[in-house]
């Protein structure tokens, strides 16, 4: 099967500097789709100037350590976007060993403190240090929030952003007690202490389940991932077929407990009688490789399963594009990056009906969903007889792209400017009024009248430009 040269998904830049000065991150007119690509085609609206808008982006991880995953690639796009619009960004993180306890990049200063848990307790006490210097908060809450409603003042526009409901994940990792207790956190005290700010999730089955499992109370915004830019891919990164293998599968991800890639290895054992030269790539790291190594091994998949780990973004995406069909198993996602990435590059997905990748997977269009009470190699079988009409495979990549190209970096930054400076975004936002008596309250996380900031001893809008401010001040 021939496939069409397709972009390459650029990689984070590494810190660089340009007479004494931090580097200015690339220009946002490159994560644009080409023109002809569908509703994207247009040109974004950045939004709203944000100058001198102080603000902190709170994720658990940054993009660049080892267990990093879609939520810090939102979490940095964004904070770039946002630096890009004139804002002061600080970017508060947990620390990897080796990491830099402060750095730039982007212009963005990104200040790293504590491991997995005890980053949540210091990153409390930095922000009551430094309470009073930020107008507005992003607060990212990976299954626990860090909370700082409670520490900022009240001016401060806080902003919870929630990608899935974690509930049951907690299962996965914890205890029975410290699971109950984190699915408490995650619903009782986070909806109360969040119920008068702003928040965002990534789609509207994430939106639905923290209504439903939740009791979420606060105004919930949808603001969608965006997707890899388009760039050529070189004919020479094209693997053969005898590397790929006919059909060739591929899973992109994080080799973590809750995507059960095992499920996707399984698959090259069920369909391996029918299809002899079948292959599944596996890419991507985690502590679930040494696992998906020893289920190779006892099943006899040498010669059908390759677990590639980490590659670069070059080679990772000629093994995605040379695949037929992206698989996912993941029973938790928001949204689904990988499914966005591979349709961009014309590959189709199989997923399970869950929260997330019902959103990101249009059934029957741009892949398949397994649905309650189905098995997912019968899925994958019946994709792959479906792919094997050359007329029905060419209209369903040409849907995967025209779908990958409604989403972009630029639209979703432009979006978050407009929801941290009060403005409307997109359609408006579900208010909850349907699960709690009398209107949403406008109370500390949501300033009247939208956010003002005082610079220079002037109050400013975070449109205005520095000559206004400073004609402002000295009236």
Not at 265 to 290: F, K, M, N, T
Not at 409 to 425: K, P, Q, Y
Request: with cysteine; hydrophobic share 40%.
């Amino acid at each position: 099967m021939a496939f069409q040269q397709i972009p390459l998904f650029p990689e984070f830049p590494d810190p660089g500097r340009e007479g004494g000065r931090t580097a200015p991150p690339p220009a946002a007119e490159a994560e644009r789709p080409e023109e002809g690509d569908g509703p994207a085609a247009a040109r974004t609206d950045a939004g709203p100037r944000l100058d001198g808008l102080r603000t902190v982006m709170i994720n658990w991880r940054d993009p660049w350590q080892a267990a990093a995953g879609g939520a810090e690639e939102y979490a940095w796009r964004i904070s770039r976007h946002l630096a890009e619009r004139g804002a002061v960004v600080t970017f508060l993180t947990s620390r990897d060993p080796g990491q830099a306890r402060v750095e730039t990049r982007d212009g963005i200063v990104i200040r790293r403190m504590g491991g997995k848990f005890t980053v949540y307790p210091l990153v409390v006490l930095w922000l009551l240090l430094w309470r009073r210097e930020f107008h507005a908060a992003l607060d990212c809450m990976n299954g626990i929030p860090f909370f700082s409603r409670l520490v900022l003042p009240r001016r401060t526009r806080v902003i919870s952003v929630v990608h899935h409901v974690h509930d049951v994940q907690f299962n996965a990792y914890f205890s029975r007690p410290l699971a109950w207790f984190g699915r408490f956190v995650e619903s009782a005290v986070a909806s109360r202490v969040y119920r008068n700010c702003p928040t965002v999730t990534v789609s509207e089955s994430s939106r639905r389940a923290m209504r439903g499992k939740l009791r979420w109370r606060a105004p919930i915004t949808v603001i969608h991932n965006g997707s890899p830019p388009r760039q050529p891919v070189a004919p020479d990164r094209f693997l053969n077929e005898t590397e790929t293998g006919s059909p060739a599968l591929v899973s992109l991800g994080r080799l973590v407990v809750q995507k059960r890639v095992s499920r996707i290895v399984d698959i090259a054992r069920d369909l391996r009688e029918d299809y002899p030269q079948l292959r599944v790539h596996v890419v991507g790291r985690g502590p679930e490789s040494a696992t998906l190594a020893e289920q190779i091994e006892r099943d006899g998949l040498h010669d059908h399963v390759r677990l590639h780990g980490f590659l670069p973004e070059a080679r990772k995406n000629a093994v995605l594009a040379g695949s037929l069909l992206h698989v996912t198993a993941s029973e938790f996602e928001g949204w689904g990056l990988t499914v966005i990435e591979a349709a961009g590059l014309g590959v189709p997905t199989v997923a399970f009906d869950v929260d997330g990748l019902r959103d990101s997977v249009r059934h029957g269009e741009t892949g398949w969903l397994v649905h309650e009470g189905q098995e997912l190699s019968d899925v994958v079988a019946a994709a792959l007889r479906e792919l094997s009409d050359p007329v029905r495979a060419a209209r369903i990549r040409r849907a995967c792209r025209a779908w990958a190209s409604r989403f972009t970096w630029e639209r979703s930054g432009a979006d978050m400017a407009r929801l941290i400076t009060g403005e409307t975004v997109g359609q408006p936002a579900d208010t909850g009024r349907a699960d709690r008596s009398g209107p949403p309250v406008v109370g500390r996380c949501a300033p009247r009248g939208g956010l003002r900031v005082r610079l220079g001893g002037a109050a400013a809008e975070p449109g205005e430009t520095p000559p206004a401010r400073a004609a402002k001040a000295a009236r």
